[in-house]
């Protein structure tokens, strides 16, 4: 098990960081009013209440010349215990109320309540901290959002200040230079230029538009794990968008997953139906369909199934947070005595996956319940059991993994793993969740070879996450110049002109004939070369392949090669050889 990145140092820093940006705000800003200031995965922030006065991005530089000058004052960072009362009137006493009351009253009685003090500021805080402003030395202000209070649309908007800090200065500056590459790979920009994916304000806030290449980028990531899947003896199902209430009565969504639904719809027969949110109730439903029996276990269920969660449209980030998206969903059922090594089936097909994709750098998370026990559903025991088998199944397979407490979904504790792109930033993609507990909401069961019935567990997973999200990851991290078993047009061939076209024709059916499935453009129209290689060199294919005289009377196609450049003539054999590697 590895060391979580909250008991780390860089998150003791970062959480340092963000309270010498409030100090630094109410020095400016006297009548601010601080909320929360926690640290995040790479950065800090801290939601203010500025009044009526506006801050914005380009208040930013005279806040971080002020944090610069409390750093340089070497004050130490101290710890204090206070009593609820004492607490209370201490917050009174510095005005931060009405939020930091509300704080307040959320920590349970009996709870350590402590603030921390640097110099003159004051904070309620749980820690952890540095020992002195003097530690903060890399840091850098980023940008100004807005906020509501507690994320509810109902509160008011608060000011969000952005930052980040690292231990090192050349840390700080290799975080700040990718901020500025992924700029350039931004998947909302390149999707559209590259003819992937599109929004539209008349369809909807996070409602994307598949264009014709981000249909076939789609196809191919579905293609591939639907021969994967049927493999390892995964049998597909198809299920509908919508379902009746009483589903997700049944399995607890109703009332731990509400706010993310869409509104409820009455039919003239007094039926209410739901816009599906997610699909393993479904799943439950099928297989409640028929007796099965202990030999039949493990059924494993597939399905890419399109859901729709009502996001604020604010949380809302092009294809990374989206209203309607497709899920390579799979819900497993199986025998107590099988679930360690369907576990490691799982976790395995998704290593494989990844690998496929080219995203090779990936650690594990263990998600847990924390002590909030009441948004989650299902017995102590049974969240023991699947945490205990998530945690040998890591251990069997090496895999090492941090645990985070709070971060199970409402049924049962999941794995995460958490894939590293290119600029280095990191992405929560694959799951996998043990789950006893749905199973005995729906009075799952199976005859065991005793002839007596026995509840199955259970376990979802998805590989993807969503294609949307999947997708919007593998365009940033490539830059949009995707690799040739990813690329949607994998060849251009261009004929220099006209006359060449038939040419180019009977090439590309060449080409398709012994290679089946390889995606082939011909770009027959009416421009001249140098505005085809253009053209096609922003669309970021990884071959063309120029056809003018000389080639057709020498037999050969002219290569020009997406990273490598003009690779000059070259036999179909040679190209082939070369494309594939």
Request: aromatic letters at 10%; one cysteine or more.
């Amino acid at each position: 098990m590895s060391q979580s990145y909250e008991q780390s140092r860089l998150y003791a820093l970062r959480h340092s960081a963000a309270h010498l940006m409030a100090q630094s705000v109410l020095q400016l800003y006297p009548d601010a009013k601080l909320t929360i200031g926690p640290p995040i995965e790479n950065g800090f922030y801290y939601d203010i209440d500025f009044g009526d006065q506006k801050f914005t991005e380009a208040d930013l530089a005279k806040v971080e010349e002020k944090m610069r000058e409390n750093a340089a004052r070497h004050l130490p960072i101290v710890r204090e215990e206070l009593t609820r009362d004492q607490a209370r009137d201490r917050i009174l006493r510095l005005h931060q109320d009405p939020y930091k009351i509300e704080l307040l009253s959320d920590i349970p009685e009996g709870d350590v309540i402590t603030f921390y003090t640097q110099g003159e500021f004051t904070d309620l805080c749980r820690g952890p901290h540095v020992e002195c402003t003097g530690d903060i030395e890399n840091f850098k202000l980023l940008t100004v959002a807005g906020a509501y209070w507690r994320g509810s649309e109902r509160n008011k908007m608060l000011t969000r200040l952005y930052g980040t800090a690292f231990e090192s200065a050349e840390e700080l500056e290799r975080y700040l230079h990718n901020l500025e590459e992924a700029k350039k790979r931004d998947h909302r920009v390149l999707g559209r230029e590259l003819g992937l994916f599109m929004f539209s304000h008349t369809v909807g806030q996070g409602l994307p538009l598949w264009l014709p290449k981000g249909a076939i980028l789609r196809e191919i990531l579905t293609d591939f794990l639907r021969a994967e899947q049927l493999k390892r003896g995964y049998q597909p199902v198809v299920t509908p968008n919508i379902g009746h209430q009483r589903l997700y009565e049944k399995s607890g969504h109703l009332i731990t997953f509400r706010e993310k639904m869409y509104p409820f719809m009455t039919d003239e027969d007094g039926d209410i139906h739901i816009l599906k949110p997610m699909n393993c109730p479904f799943h439950i439903e099928i297989y409640r369909s028929s007796l099965r029996s202990y030999r039949e276990l493990p059924i494993r269920y597939a399905e890419f199934g399109t859901v729709y969660r009502y996001e604020q449209s604010g949380e809302l980030a092009g294809m990374l947070r989206v209203r309607g998206f497709t899920q390579d969903d799979a819900h497993i059922f199986m025998r107590p005595d099988q679930l360690l090594d369907e576990f490691k089936g799982v976790v395995d097909l998704t290593i494989h996956v990844l690998k496929w994709l080219g995203l090779n750098e990936y650690s594990a998370r263990l998600g847990t319940r924390d002590d909030e026990g009441a948004k989650y559903v299902g017995s102590p025991e049974n969240w023991q059991l699947a945490e205990a088998a998530i945690k040998q199944a890591c251990d069997e397979m090496g895999m090492d993994y941090e645990v985070s407490p709070g971060d199970a979904a409402f049924y049962g504790p999941k794995l995460d793993l958490i894939v590293k792109d290119a600029l280095g930033r990191s992405w929560q993609m694959g799951t996998v969740q043990v789950d006893y507990n749905l199973p005995e909401r729906f009075e799952l069961e199976y005859t065991g070879e005793d002839g007596q019935p026995h509840q199955p567990v259970m376990i979802h997973r998805a590989p993807f996450g969503s294609l949307e999200r999947m997708i919007g990851l593998l365009t940033e991290h490539y830059g949009g110049a995707f690799p040739f078993h990813l690329a949607p047009v994998q060849i251009a061939i261009l004929p220099i002109a006209d006359r060449h076209n038939d040419a180019a024709y009977k090439l590309r059916d060449k080409i398709l004939a012994g290679r089946p499935g390889w995606r082939i453009s011909v770009d027959d129209s009416s421009e001249r070369l140098g505005k085809k290689i253009l053209m096609n060199q922003h669309q970021k294919i990884p071959y063309m392949l120029v056809l003018g005289d000389k080639d057709i009377e020498n037999n050969t196609v002219s290569v020009r090669s997406r990273e490598a450049g003009d690779l000059g003539a070259k036999s179909l054999e040679e190209f082939l050889r070369i494309a594939e590697g």
